[in-house]
């Protein structure tokens, strides 16, 4: 199983960027994909991107394009999602996961969430 640890959520102004940190643990010899998911009170958990193992392959939902970036380190265990020109529509709970491939994430599937980190956009 792998376990999941959000940072770096908070407030700021609509235009303004923030950097979401993913913290990632599991056995030795673990592969997986690594994702980004949203959830506002009374919507759908939303899919927000992804990335591959090696982090050579990226997909992302057509309202952050451009505007988010996925990235991974593995020699840190670590996946960011740095957002940029955020808009209030960003405002959620950004939940990370994880899943056995790009694919599966990409289809809004996971095997292991994180505990979530707030982010607010003020207009």
């Known amino acids: 199983q792998v376990q999941l640890v959000e940072s770096g959520g908070g407030l700021v102004q609509a235009g303004g960027s923030l950097r979401l940190s993913c913290a990632t643990s599991?056995?030795?010899?673990?592969?997986?994909?690594t994702g980004w998911f949203r959830q506002t009170p009374g919507k759908e958990r939303a899919f927000v991107a992804a990335?591959?193992?090696?982090?050579?392959?990226?997909d992302y939902a057509d309202s952050v394009q451009g505007r988010f970036t996925i990235s991974r380190d593995n020699a840190k265990n670590t996946v960011i999602l740095q957002m940029d020109s955020l808009k209030p529509e960003d405002t959620g709970v950004y939940y990370c996961a994880a899943g056995p491939n790009i694919a599966v994430l990409s289809a809004r599937q996971a095997d292991s969430w994180g505990q979530g980190t707030q982010v607010t956009v003020s207009p």
């Open positions: 599991a056995r030795t010899g673990s592969v997986y994909a």
């Open positions: 990335v591959s193992w090696g982090g050579g392959r990226t």
